[in-house]
């Protein structure tokens, strides 16, 4: 295995990471197996997370995929039991399922008159359940993997939940306002279960990724032909570093908020990773 450079060492820990099949969370594993922990990779498509279980296999890890819907408690505790069956009592819990949907989603960044009948989808054409789906997906797959995992660890000193906030949370995005309400919550949900878990072992800590490109939001920032949409050109814009971010680049955030050694003081935090993005006012 590849040893991290922070040498944050998991050695005899069990990390669960969900929402596992995806890119970003994919990759988190990745990282927590390389610093020795042993890895759930939790995802509603098990195919996906097998396929990624298998590359940290492949470079000699321990990682084990699991089907799992974060929204489904009953499934949620279910799988967490199998995985201290079959691994050990989770120590590190990294709720990354989440995501945005269409239907969550309006047309036009700005509304104008005569958008009410026109062949837009604007801000009054949004359905309830598009916008449930997309708040429930992202705040209550959060809490109920919380549920299901910190039972196993209330009362064990240095044990980690890392939530994944976003930039969203401190300014809304044009576009996709329950995205951006859901982000905000977990925010404020990190602060508040670090309250919560104070006094029992358990730190509680978030990262606010900026902007990443990924294959999941390719369309949205690049043509077909390769060259940026108008939305690239207002990211980078507002970008102080003036680029998108590396996956990489969250390694070292994660590696420091799950060590107990360099930031065993530190909870409630939500640490951004966004080349300036959150700091900058645009003039």
């Not at 990624?52 to 470079?59: G, L, P, S």
């Not at 890392?162 to 300014?171: E, F, G, K, P, V």
């Not at 369309?219 to 390769?226: M, Q």
């Not at 060590?259 to 530190?266: D, H, M």
Request: hydrophobic letters at 40%; charged letters at 20%; one cysteine or more.
């Amino acid at each position: 295995m590849k040893q991290n450079d922070l040498n944050t060492d998991l050695t005899g820990k069990v990390a669960v990471v969900t929402g596992a099949g995806g890119v970003l969370c994919s990759y988190f594993a990745k990282v927590l197996a390389r610093a020795g922990a042993k890895v759930a990779l939790l995802d509603i498509n098990e195919q996906a997370a097998q396929g990624y279980a298998d590359e940290i296999v492949a470079e000699g890890g321990v990682a084990k995929a699991y089907g799992c819907n974060v929204l489904d408690k009953s499934v949620c505790y279910a799988v967490a039991d199998k995985i201290a069956a079959e691994l050990g009592n989770c120590d590190i819990l990294i709720n990354g399922a989440g995501g945005n949907n269409p239907r969550a989603t309006t047309d036009k960044e700005y509304f104008e008159l005569g958008d009410i009948d026109a062949d837009t989808k604007s801000f009054f054409d949004l359905e309830s359940e598009g916008v449930g789906f997309v708040f429930n997906l992202n705040f209550l797959g959060t809490l109920i993997p919380t549920q299901a995992f910190a039972r196993q660890m209330v009362g064990r000193d240095g044990c980690n939940i890392l939530n994944i906030s976003s930039m969203n949370a401190y300014t809304p995005l044009t576009k996709i306002p329950a995205y951006s309400g859901a982000k905000a919550a977990i925010s404020n949900f990190t602060q508040w279960l670090a309250v919560h878990f104070s006094k029992v072992g358990i730190r509680v800590n978030a990262i606010a990724p900026g902007f990443f490109s990924t294959q999941q939001n390719a369309k949205l920032l690049f043509n077909e032909d390769g060259t940026p949409t108008p939305r690239t050109g207002k990211i980078l814009a507002a970008t102080p570093m003036g680029r998108f971010g590396e996956s990489e680049e969250l390694e070292g955030g994660l590696l420091f908020l799950v060590n107990n050694e360099a930031a065993g003081f530190i909870t409630g935090v939500v640490l951004p990773i966004d080349g300036g993005f959150s700091a900058y006012s645009g003039v």
